[in-house]
Nanobody
Framework: QVQLVESGGGLVQAGGSLRLSCVAS????????MGWFRQAPGKEREFVAG????????GYADPVKGRFTISRDNALNTVYLQMNSLKPEDTAVYYC???????????????????WGQGTQVTVSS
């Protein structure tokens, strides 16, 4: 069972930046697509960004396009989420997740991902 550990969350002012990291245990990290999701209080968990197993293909939710960048370093078993121009509506718990396959699905729903981290809080003040 893979373990995913997120870090990098915190409190930031609107317009600021944060970089989230997620380190995975085990030797199969490079075989799977990875994703970031977020969940705000009272809302459903939503897809933020995803990246294929070799990092060739990426996908983003419309609200974060042009502001967030997902990347991965397979040598370090790590996936990153660079978040720029943060807005108060980006406030949420952010989760790292491992997909069930090497490539991203067309829908990127939570059910397409089989392993999850514990989450890291991101709070953006206005």
């Amino acid at each position: 069972q893979v373990q995913l550990v997120e870090s990098g969350g915190g409190l930031v002012q609107a317009g600021g930046s944060l970089r989230l990291s997620c380190v995975a245990s085990g030797r199969t990290f490079s075989s799977y697509a990875m994703g970031w999701f977020r969940q705000a209080p009272g809302k459903e968990r939503e897809f933020v960004a995803g990246i294929s197993w070799r990092g060739v293909s990426t996908g983003y939710a419309d609200p974060v396009k042009g502001r967030f960048t997902i990347s991965r370093d397979n040598a370090l078993n790590t996936v990153y989420l660079q978040m720029n121009s943060l807005k108060p509506e980006d406030t949420a718990v952010y989760y790292c997740a491992r997909a069930r396959s090497a490539i991203l699905s067309s829908g990127n729903s939570p059910s397409d991902f089989g392993s999850w981290g514990q989450g890291t809080q991101v709070t953006v003040s206005s």
